[in-house]
């Protein structure tokens, strides 16, 4: 007892279940990491700007999107963090969004934040311009992205990998999008949120419409809505045991 009250506590639901008790290993092999800068044009015309994160020997591709009043730097230490491990990235800037991590190109171009829907126009795009990589693809979404990559998921199954949700949630209009579509997503998923009772069960009704493998890492210190619980500035207890659960999750489905 005194040994499980230790660790983050790790919710797993099906075949990929696994408690994560130590912060991730340091990746026993170096890789060549470099970043460029990428514009995207969405199916209605929106110029989308992003940053793809290339590494030597790239395990996956994966797709990382904002929560709101966020950009694409949400990720700019994650995706270096990603790199290590064998894991290429695009992270772009959706037109829901704003300055809480420096900014969003997208954004401004248009002039104006969008609806979370909306945005969804973006994401599509990413996935359309992963195509040309020839990787497996990851969909990894924070806050309202986190449900918008169950849709993704669900319209494109042949072409996603897996999915990564951070802080997912019943965030539109229609109060039961994200579970009907999560019950069509066939890929591996995996989802975590804050240390908060209603982001926990939120989280934990949209899996269970999940047909096939499933992952929930409930975290037991720390733990911050959306994919900063990944930074230590925002979640300085609680990072290293998410790192751990979030590492061991791709190394299952893109090993």
Request: hydrophobic letters at 45%; one cysteine or more; glycine letters at 8%.
């Amino acid at each position: 007892m005194r040994l499980a009250n230790s660790f983050a506590i790790c919710l797993a639901v099906g075949a990929l279940s696994a408690c994560h008790p130590r912060p991730a290993a340091v990746p026993k092999e170096s890789r060549a990491i470099s970043a460029e800068p990428v514009t995207l044009t969405a199916a209605d015309g929106v110029k989308v700007f992003g940053v793809h994160t290339s590494v030597e020997k790239p395990k996956a591709l994966i797709l990382l999107f904002h929560q709101a009043g966020s950009g694409k730097d949400e990720y700019a230490t994650i995706a270096p963090r990603l790199a290590t491990w064998g894991y290429s990235s695009l992270r772009i800037d959706q037109r829901a969004g704003g300055d809480l991590f420096g900014g969003n190109a997208t954004v401004k171009a248009l002039g104006r934040s969008t609806s979370y829907y909306q945005a969804k126009p973006d994401l599509v795009a990413a996935l359309a311009w992963a195509k040309d990589k020839k990787l497996p693809v990851i969909l990894w979404g924070s806050s309202y992205s986190a449900s918008l990559v169950f849709l993704l998921a669900a319209d494109y199954p042949d072409r996603v990998k897996a999915v990564m949700a951070f802080s997912p949630g019943e965030y539109f209009d229609d109060k039961t999008m994200v579970r009907t579509a999560a019950a069509n997503v066939k890929a591996p998923v995996f989802a975590t949120s804050a240390q908060d009772g209603h982001e926990v069960d939120e989280a934990r009704n949209i899996l269970a419409a999940v047909p096939g493998q499933k992952e929930q890492f409930v975290p037991k210190q720390g733990g911050v809505h959306g994919a900063s619980t990944l930074l230590r500035a925002k979640n300085p207890e609680g990072a290293e045991p998410a790192w751990t659960a979030v590492i061991a999750f791709l190394q299952k489905v893109a090993p």
